[in-house]
C-alpha cells in the first residue's frame, strides 16, 4: 500500500478530512496531510502544497477542498501523478477530472469514509 495524501487535511476533529486520517491509520495506510495553515494533523507533521511531495510515489489523493482551490492546483496534481484521486462530496471538479482521467489516473467521486468502511478503498 501506497501513501495517500489528505488534501485539505485538518486538525479540526468535527471535519471529514480529520476522520479520514484517523480512518486511514486504522486501516494501515501511510497518509500524508497537505494544508497551508495546519501543522500537525493526527499525529503527523502537514506539508504546506502538493510541490512538496513531487519525485514521491503517491497511491491515492483524497480531495477536500472545493472546485475553486483545486483548480490553482491541477498542475501540481497532474504533475505528482497519482495512481487514484478520490473527490469527496463537494470537492468534485469535472474539469480537473477529465484533465487527470487523460493522463491515465484513475479518478473516483465518492467518499473516502464510506469507502474505508465498506472495505471498497
Not at 485538518?10 to 471535519?15: A, K, T
Not at 497518509?31 to 497511491?59: C, K, S
Not at 469535472?94 to 491515465?104: I, N, W
Request: glycine content about 6%; some cysteine; proline content about 7%.
Amino acid at each position: 500500500m501506497g501513501p495517500v495524501v489528505v488534501l485539505g487535511a485538518s486538525s479540526d476533529e468535527s471535519r471529514y478530512s480529520h476522520m479520514a486520517m484517523v480512518n486511514l491509520r486504522e486501516n494501515g495506510w501511510t497518509r500524508i496531510p497537505v494544508h497551508p495553515r495546519e501543522t500537525l494533523v493526527d499525529g503527523v507533521a502537514v506539508l504546506p502544497n502538493l510541490d512538496a511531495l513531487q519525485g514521491q510515489r503517491i497511491h491515492t489523493v483524497t480531495m477536500y477542498v472545493n472546485p475553486a482551490l483545486s483548480d490553482k492546483m491541477a498542475e501540481a496534481l497532474l504533475a505528482l501523478r497519482p495512481q487514484r484521486v478520490i473527490f469527496n462530496p463537494g470537492s468534485e471538479n469535472p474539469r480537473l477530472e477529465s484533465m487527470l482521467r487523460a493522463q491515465g489516473v484513475d479518478v473516483v467521486e465518492g467518499c473516502t469514509l464510506v469507502m474505508l468502511r465498506t472495505k471498497q478503498f
